[in-house]
């Protein structure tokens, strides 16, 4: 057998791919599956992956996102309000087949030689294309090229569409040639293992009720075993004059019509394939057959380049909009848009059915969607394409009488509950703790409304399903929670899951809480204005749901008292009552691929620790962080940022976000890139299952409104633009209020413009600005992190030290040490490997310097290795004396004691008591921490927290001084100070840095 040729290490975006265009000119079997979920085509409605027309069909599918499977949930232990069933999304007729024949012989790729491949996806246009020239078995020599393209406007008309296009050429074959045109049926839901991020459901696929097949078209009619689901797949064909109608089949899982010509030396001839899907459950057959075949009659008629057209001018229309680029990365911009065009692409926008979490792309997550679909994928819309956001508001609009029945399952007489994760607006989680006890749901979604309506202004929305779906989920808010007299009549919600699934069944937790704030503040915002603006159809919708202005009052009072759980040690938002109390989780992390933890702990193991899945606090302070001074929100994210693992896809977007507006534009950066190229590069390994949508939003968001600033507040748009380092600039376009506006940010500044509406005004940096139409203003970029905050002089009961680069300096003596243990072994070792060593202890420095050597030991090969170079260190420190204490230090530690400061050390080396001992400061110090006593080194906060502990003072009292970057992280994560030592640039995230100890004035950093 010749296999395709394969490419292992080759990216499927090849770097000097175009930023519209997503190439490949190698074939990696391996990774087969994978290409099919980047290369696949969706309308909203339909999605058909992106395989190969003449190969086997493999975990190549269509699918609808109408078409699902309903069963039972089996429990061995069911108790009242456990989700009785759940959905699954079936893949439906196949309609991509095209079987090549040349005479007698089938052609099989996998056993031809493959002389040339190219595959690309046009993001422009919208339009997928492929060339495979090829040698077969027989040594014939053929090209393939093959078009499709999926058109947006079929999935508003009720029929959904696929064109393709496919010319075989022959480069030196003489002979007959037969393409055979089929629907293949039979497909099974795949295998969905396991991993619970892909779900656990496996269903039969669908039943063939009937099927015909003649020169006239073929189609087949299926339906699902329980759900009482009907499709009606069709095809026909438009013809080179070479080709003729041969004959058609119809077989047991498949129906196909052959047409025959022949080919000569570089000659080609043409099939044109319309393939239409029809669905419904209430529809007679012979009605969805006739749509189907109706479509494809007309498709046949139009043909494939207008219809190309036609799809190339919805995109062009949406691509003006968005205007989204980036100069001096166009790596990153083309992942960018291939991000948003998946996005838009997959987006609900018939108004009826959902935006599933991996779109329409694959099988991942049974086709469910959750509340990531207004959090991250909605807003994205909102800002380029509001009629889809519209739509997809709809969709759960339909959706509200299964989530009143939600409600009703979980002891709530009134409103509605949205589900976690649902197809049809039922609940299908077995899991309640962190399916239905995530009541942040209606949150998300009361959030999606509020965002269309500031965006749009659309009051007519509102009076047709907006109001009627933020009135009936804010009614829920009063059922789960109470105005506690032990906290001072504040309102608390109780026993909810939020965003972060690792922390599960709390009170207060803290995203709940705001966003919930947020909602009732909303819904009744929203009361107001209809009763102002539309007092007849407001009192008709109250008379309607039996609201009245007792049961708004409630709601007004629940969100202006919310309990927001602010600790006052640490400066930042508790995550829920207990989650500060618990300790921070002791494993250590996988070394190797991307693992996430739910996969080998029990949930009460990850529940009794310290640890996030996901960004939970931090989504709060994105969202709804308005009015939370900027200082809070750099502690919070420094917090939580040390506890959070990112075992979520939606995780990386929202801490960049936030890492952008507090000034950590490093920080920032990365999470950008992380989240970039989450389904380019399969970062998270699980891409053949379907792109992640949430987080190809979360890329957008992470541009314009993490880099560019963007918030809406109270109606109005907000920005404070800064640049990454590594880019020139970036531009993007956005919707808002019927205005259509630009914004292009340069090492000069950014430009606005404003090409269509009335005037805007707009907010830059915190300063109100006027647009006009056709005029462009400019302003200077924004500080990163805005206005630094006065960070210093600040109220402080305690300094904690590193101690070597701070108090003296051992780098050299470390260093020699090291260098002499390793030239004993023959391990390469330098200064540029001793850097990586600067403020890690000694194990973790031993791991450095094997992983730089390629080598691995065992365990106790490692340690006698450690114990010699620490003997050789404790040698040599038996010269030390105070004359080696840096300048300026004696004289800080006499001041800060006379001042009544509590000292500590917070030191990464083992040796740190013999050390001060030698220095003559031992007894300066109330508490000395070493690495010895601590499970995790730095930058884990643990030994500064240990310190803090053992002076009895809360971290938000402590500074911390560090010379190391690790350090910085550390002390920040702790909730401290932080006061760098050395290099600015390396010390970024330090509230403050110094040249040298010397430098340090109590006055400048401590109150009196």
Not at 8 to 35: G, K
Request: charged share 25%; glycine share 8%; proline share 4%.
């Amino acid at each position: 057998m010749i296999q395709p040729q394969a490419a292992p290490h080759l990216p499927p975006a090849s770097a000097q791919a175009d930023a519209w265009r997503l190439r490949q000119d190698r074939f990696d079997p391996s990774q087969r599956r994978r290409d099919e979920t980047l290369f696949a085509l969706a309308n909203g409605s339909l999605g058909v992956r992106g395989g190969f027309e003449e190969a086997d069909g493999g975990s190549d599918a269509s699918f609808l996102a109408s078409v699902y499977e309903k069963h039972p949930i089996h429990y061995h232990e069911r108790f009242p309000g456990f989700a009785r069933s759940t959905d699954t999304r079936l893949p439906v007729a196949d309609g991509q087949r095209i079987a090549v024949w040349l005479g007698d012989q089938r052609l099989d790729i996998d056993l031809a030689q493959w002389l040339g491949f190219e595959r690309e996806l046009d993001l422009r246009s919208g339009r997928l294309s492929r060339r495979l020239r090829l040698r077969t078995a027989q040594g014939q020599t053929l090209e393939i090229h093959a078009e499709r393209v999926l058109p947006f406007d079929a999935a508003t008309s009720g029929v959904d569409l696929l064109a393709i296009r496919y010319r075989v050429e022959s480069i030196d074959y003489s002979g007959p040639l037969r393409l055979a045109s089929a629907i293949e049926c039979g497909h099974q839901a795949a295998e969905q293992g396991d991993d619970p991020r892909i779900g656990v459901a496996v269903s039969e696929g669908l039943r063939l009720l009937s099927a015909q097949a003649d020169e006239l078209g073929a189609h087949v009619l299926q339906s699902t075993r329980h759900s009482n689901l009907r499709v009606a797949c069709a095809q026909a064909h438009r013809l080179d004059d070479g080709l003729g109608f041969g004959s058609a089949e119809r077989a047991d899982e498949h129906v196909l019509q052959r047409y025959d010509g022949a080919l000569q030396p570089g000659a080609s001839l043409t099939l044109e394939k319309f393939v239409a899907y029809a669905s419904g459950s209430g529809s007679e057959d012979s009605e969805l057959v006739e749509r189907a075949t109706h479509k494809v009659a007309r498709a046949v008629a139009a043909g494939f380049d207008a219809l190309a057209a036609q799809q190339a001018a919805a995109l062009a229309e949406f691509w003006d909009g968005a205007e989204l680029s980036i100069d001096g990365d166009a790596s990153a911009e083309q992942a960018l848009r291939f991000n948003l065009f998946h996005l838009l692409q997959s987006a609900g926008r018939d108004g009826v059915n959902g935006t599933a979490a991996k779109g329409l792309t694959g099988e991942g997550y049974e086709g469910h969607y959750f509340w990531d679909t207004e959090a991250f994928m909605l807003p994205v819309m909102v800002y380029t394409a509001p009629e889809v956001a519209r739509a997809m508001l709809h969709a759960r609009y339909l959706a509200l009488e299964p989530a009143r029945r939600h409600a009703r399952e979980m002891n709530h007489p009134r409103g509605a509950l949205f589900p976690w994760r649902t197809i049809t607006g039922g609940e299908c989680s077995a899991h309640y703790p962190s399916g239905s006890a995530a009541y942040h749901i209606n949150a998300a979604v009361a959030y999606a409304v509020g965002l269309y309506l500031d965006a749009t202004g659309d009051i007519d929305f509102l009076l047709e399903s907006g109001a009627e779906v933020l009135f009936e989920t804010a009614r829920i808010w009063p059922q789960i929670g109470h105005f506690n007299p032990r906290r001072g009549g504040a309102f608390c919600i109780h026993e909810v899951t939020g965003p972060d699934e690792y922390t599960a069944l709390v009170d207060n937790n803290f995203y709940t809480n705001r966003m919930a704030q947020q909602h009732l503040l909303r819904a009744v915002q929203v009361w107001q204005r209809l009763q102002s603006e539309r007092p007849q159809q407001a009192a008709a919708l109250a008379a309607r749901l039996q609201l009245d202005a007792h049961e708004v009052d409630t709601w007004c009072r629940a969100g202006e008292t919310m309990f927001l759980h602010y600790d006052e040690a640490l400066g930042i938002y508790a995550q829920d009552d207990t989650f500060l109390d618990k300790p921070r989780w002791p494993f250590p992390k996988h070394e190797g691929e991307h693992r996430p933890l739910l996969l080998d702990f029990h949930p009460l193991t990850l529940y009794r620790h310290q640890v996030c899945k996901q960004a939970d606090v931090i989504m709060a302070l994105v969202l709804a962080g308005d009015g939370i001074p900027a200082e809070v929100k750099r502690r919070s994210f420094d917090y939580y940022e040390a506890v959070t693992t990112h075992d979520s896809t939606l995780s990386a977007s929202v801490f960049g976000i936030l890492a952008s507006e507090v000034g950590h534009a490093e920080q920032a950066a990365k999470y950008f890139a992380e989240n970039l190229r989450v389904d380019l590069d399969d970062l998270h390994g699980n891409t053949d299952h379907g792109v992640h949508m949430a987080a190809l939003a979360g890329t957008w968001l992470g541009l314009v409104s993490g880099f560019a600033g963007l918030r809406a507040v109270d109606g109005a748009l907000h920005f404070a633009p800064t640049l990454p380092s590594g880019w020139n600039g970036y531009g993007f376009g956005l919707r808002w209020q019927g205005r259509r506006l630009r914004l292009r940010v340069s090492r000069d500044g950014v430009e606005y413009s404003l090409f269509e509406g009335e005037p805007l005004a707009i907010a830059h940096e915190g300063r109100r600005v006027e647009l006009s139409r056709n005029a462009s203003l400019r302003a200077p970029l924004a500080a990163p992190g805005g206005p630094a905050p006065r960070a210093f002089p600040r109220p402080a009961r305690a300094l904690i030290f590193d101690l070597d680069g701070v108090l003296t300096d051992t780098a050299q003596t470390h260093y020699r040490a090291w260098k002499r243990m390793a030239d004993e072994e023959g391990f390469p070792f330098d200064e540029q490997v001793n850097e990586l060593l600067k403020g890690v202890d000694r194990m973790a420095s031993l791991d450095i310097i094997l992983r730089h050597a390629g080598r691995v030991l065992g365990r106790d090969e490692k340690l006698a290795l450690a114990e010699r170079k620490n003997a050789y260190y404790v040698e040599a420190i038996q010269e030390v004396t105070p004359k080696d204490l840096f300048a300026g230090v004696e004289r800080l530690l006499e001041r800060a004691r006379a001042r009544g400061l509590k000292l500590g050390l917070a030191s990464a080396s083992r040796n740190a008591g013999a050390l001060l001992e030698r220095l003559g400061i031992a007894d300066r110090f109330d508490y000395i921490a070493d690495s010895a006593r601590i499970a995790r080194a730095k930058p884990d906060p643990e030994i500064f927290l240990t310190v803090a502990a053992a002076l009895g003072v809360p971290p938000s009292h402590c500074i911390g001084v560090e010379d190391a970057a690790a350090g910085v992280v550390a002390i920040k994560s702790a909730g401290m100070a932080a006061v760098g030592i050395g290099d600015a640039l390396a010390l970024a995230r330090a509230d403050a840095c110094l040249p040298d100890v010397a430098s340090f004035d109590l006055d400048a950093f401590v109150l009196p």
